[in-house]
């Protein structure tokens, strides 16, 4: 096997990955359409060589495309419309419990695909999302109704607070009303006043 060869295919794998670590680690369903298109360039840029493309050519051409995400990434940061025109919109598909059938036809998403997203979510009941939206990468995001969010460890200290402090009240009622000695009379050397009629 010819040594160039293998030395070629190593340098470009080695390429690869610096130039995909410079793009930045996201997972398929976290790109957007321009780092897509890029990866999908790229894979193919590196295997080009090894069929007797020039090699310099080869990593000329993929570092093009590296720097070409970064600069779209950087207008993305400081243009919001230019974001909105590379990355789309976020689209509203649950509204307290209902589905929003216009924006899932727009999506080109059936129920069943929903349905699938949510059960990858753990969310069991569609009434129970106050809102639920599809976000650019394609992720489900969603608010659950406040009768369906989950108890926070914040909200259960603050119940055993209000529970506390009930039962630090009623105790102190209850240590009041059996504070009324019927031998108060005796322990005191002042006799009590009663009613006319008693005497």
Same mark, same amino acid.
């Given at each position: 096997?010819?040594?160039?060869?293998?030395?070629?295919?190593?340098?470009?794998?080695? @390429?690869?990955?610096?130039?995909?670590?410079?793009?930045?680690?996201?997972?398929?369903?976290?790109? #957007?359409?321009? =780092?897509?298109?890029?990866?999908?360039?790229?894979?193919?840029?590196?295997?080009?060589?090894?069929?007797? $493309?020039?090699?310099?050519?080869?990593?000329?051409?993929?570092?093009?495309?590296? $720097?070409?995400?970064?600069?779209?990434?950087?207008? =993305?940061?400081?243009?919001?419309?230019?974001?909105?025109?590379?990355?789309?919109?976020?689209?509203? $598909?649950?509204?307290? +419990?209902?589905?929003? $059938?216009?924006?899932?036809?727009?999506?080109?998403? @059936?129920?069943?695909?929903?349905?699938?997203?949510?059960?990858?979510? +753990?969310?069991?009941?569609?009434?129970?999302? /106050?809102?639920? #939206?599809?976000?650019?990468?394609?992720?489900?995001?969603?608010?659950?109704?406040?009768?369906? /969010?989950?108890? #926070?460890?914040?909200?259960?200290?603050?119940?055993?607070?209000?529970?506390? =402090? =009930?039962?630090?009240?009623?105790?102190?009622?209850?240590?009041?009303?059996?504070?009324?000695?019927?031998?108060?009379?005796?322990?005191?050397? #002042?006799?009590?006043?009663?009613?006319?009629?008693?005497?």
């Amino acid at each position: 096997m010819d040594l160039s060869f293998i030395l070629k295919s190593f340098i470009l794998f080695f @390429t690869g990955v610096v130039l995909l670590r410079i793009a930045g680690r996201k997972s398929i369903a976290q790109m #957007t359409l321009a =780092q897509t298109i890029v990866m999908i360039s790229l894979g193919h840029l590196i295997v080009e060589p090894i069929v007797e $493309v020039s090699m310099i050519k080869a990593i000329g051409g993929a570092i093009i495309f590296v $720097v070409s995400i970064l600069i779209v990434e950087y207008i =993305q940061l400081h243009f919001n419309p230019f974001e909105k025109l590379i990355m789309g919109k976020t689209k509203i $598909v649950i509204e307290n +419990g209902k589905l929003n $059938v216009k924006n899932l036809k727009k999506l080109r998403l @059936t129920v069943d695909g929903l349905e699938m997203r949510m059960r990858n979510m +753990g969310l069991t009941k569609l009434s129970d999302i /106050k809102i639920g #939206t599809i976000e650019p990468n394609g992720q489900l995001g969603y608010e659950l109704k406040e009768d369906a /969010k989950p108890l #926070t460890i914040g909200e259960f200290k603050k119940l055993m607070n209000q529970i506390s =402090q =009930q039962n630090l009240t009623t105790t102190n009622k209850t240590n009041k009303d059996s504070s009324q000695d019927i031998f108060a009379e005796i322990h005191q050397n #002042t006799p009590q006043k009663h009613p006319e009629y008693l005497n």
